[in-house]
């Protein structure tokens, strides 16, 4: 099978519309799309690896402070089935514990462990924990799973995390990051870590993989960024300066276009170092 029908093959099965960015960002070339394509798999797989470790530092850290709090040692019951522990939102965690047990029944013939529940609990879940009804929670117990975290705020933790869920539904759905900082959520995902504990920064910093691969994407991305900026461009006009909106983030360039009025307007702005 020839090199040309053997790329419109893996277009055909990928589908044109995958393909798009990468096709857009190689001018075309269906090889180096393809290229791209399969570098953009591999920096996802490895951007997934920190993402399992650091769930599983989080909920486990979590998980034992709430399992000291709740004093389940002596009371032989779950922190998740204890409402004074969990609060005005027991009733949602109890659903969501629910949910989770009886997806474990239907896959396990009616059993389910504790470490199962505590594995098989969403990232959302856990992230729900950091919310503003949990701030007593937060003081009594939560703080001393991240006893590392900038000033001690439970609102810091949550804005970490806000930031960081859309980042690993991106990756659990294959999704491109052409368009990602992707270095940028590395370092989010390791501060993070830190935070729970600077000895496992070190050694995650040790394995990672996304650093080295992010080196080797084999198109250079453009320099320039054109952002959408209705609102924006008048700003930028009487300031000089661009605000990114909440949960956006940018891959690292160089320049900056805005466009507003229908038009990209011709003030290209260079980036300046943080």
Known sequence: ???AS???ELVALLTAERLDPYLKESNGDTDLALELYAWNTAI????????????VMLRNAIDRELHKYAEEDRRKIPWFMTPYVTGTSYDAITTSVEA???RLRNISH???SRGQIIAGLSFGFWTQLFGPKHEDLWRAALSAALPGTAAGRRKNVMTLLERLRPFRNRLAHHDSLLAQDVLF??????TLTEWISPSARAWLVQRERVTNLY???????LDTLVVPAT????????????ICPPGRNFRPIDYIAFYADKEIKPAISKVLPP
């Open 100 to 102: 989770t047990r009886l």
């Open 1 to 3: 099978m020839s090199g």
């Open 185 to 190: 959520q590395l370092e989010e995902m390791l």
């Open 231 to 242: 609102s924006a461009w008048a700003l930028y006009e009487n300031s000089s300066i661009y």
């Open 6 to 8: 053997t790329g419109d």
């Open 215 to 221: 080196r080797d994407r084999p198109v250079t991305p």
């Open 110 to 112: 009616g059993r389910d």
């Open 44 to 55: 996802s797989a490895a951007c997934m690896e920190v993402v399992a470790y650091v769930e």
